[in-house]
């Protein structure tokens, strides 16, 4: 099925540092979402962007919608050690229900 | 309040055998969603309901899987005549009506199939 393509993989850094991350596609998205997952639990979600071009943020965490509808970026500023997980971003087009992710950026933080 | 839980947490079957995993959504939410997330992958879409109808059920990998839900609450995934492709961890999702609404997520059934 349809998957969004997003990078890095994974990243290592160092406390304090800020992080990017983005997701692209060849299509079209009517709403962006970012989701943090710990091991052994379920997506949390983040941020939701709704409208394009669109930056929100929540905390440390900057989230932007694409102009082009077509890409969505994450930043979390001066990272900590409880941003460790999982971070999937997710479409949902026009007139559906269900959502699309990504495979996820795996964030490890040194302390 | 309660959230989103799935049972059984951790399911461990012999191929050919039959699963069942079960969804409690969150009180009151109408729309619900089961995903599929298999090792270093996203999360991918099976089935969505809305009260007791299935408007999409195109994820859905074949007519092995099934699901239904019953007064608007309570939902079950079956997976007949499970194959080792099968295992991965099955996601509940609830939102309070649907479309624009949140999703919240269960913490998942890891389904292994030996």
């Known amino acids: 099925g349809q998957q969004l393509n997003q990078s890095p993989q994974s990243m290592f850094i160092q406390e304090g540092e800020d992080v990017s991350m983005n997701c692209t596609s060849s299509s079209i998205f009517n709403t962006w979402l970012w989701y943090k997952q710990d091991p052994g639990e379920g997506p949390v979600l983040l941020i939701a962007l709704y409208k394009a071009g669109e930056l929100t943020s929540n905390g440390r965490l900057t989230a932007q919608f694409g102009i082009t509808r077509k890409d969505s970026f994450l930043n979390i500023s001066a990272s900590i050690p409880s941003d460790v997980g999982i971070y999937f971003c997710a479409g949902r087009q026009g007139g559906s229900e269900k959502l699309v992710f990504g495979k996820g950026t795996k964030l490890t933080v040194n302390p | 309040g309660a959230g989103v839980s799935q049972s059984p947490s951790n399911k461990v079957t012999e191929k050919g055998k039959d699963v069942e995993l079960r969804c409690d959504p969150i009180s009151g939410h109408t729309a619900l969603y089961w995903y599929r997330q298999s090792l270093g992958q996203g999360l991918e879409f099976l089935i969505y309901f809305q009260g007791n109808s299935a408007p999409d059920k195109s994820g859905l990998p074949s007519d092995r899987f099934s699901a239904e839900r019953t007064g608007g609450s309570v939902s079950t995934l079956t997976i007949q005549r499970t194959q080792q492709e099968d295992s991965a961890v099955y996601l509940c999702?609830?939102?309070?009506?649907?479309?624009?609404?949140?999703?919240?997520f269960g913490p998942g059934t890891r389904l292994t199939v030996l």
């Open positions: 999702a609830s939102s309070h009506r649907g479309f624009t609404d949140t999703q919240y």
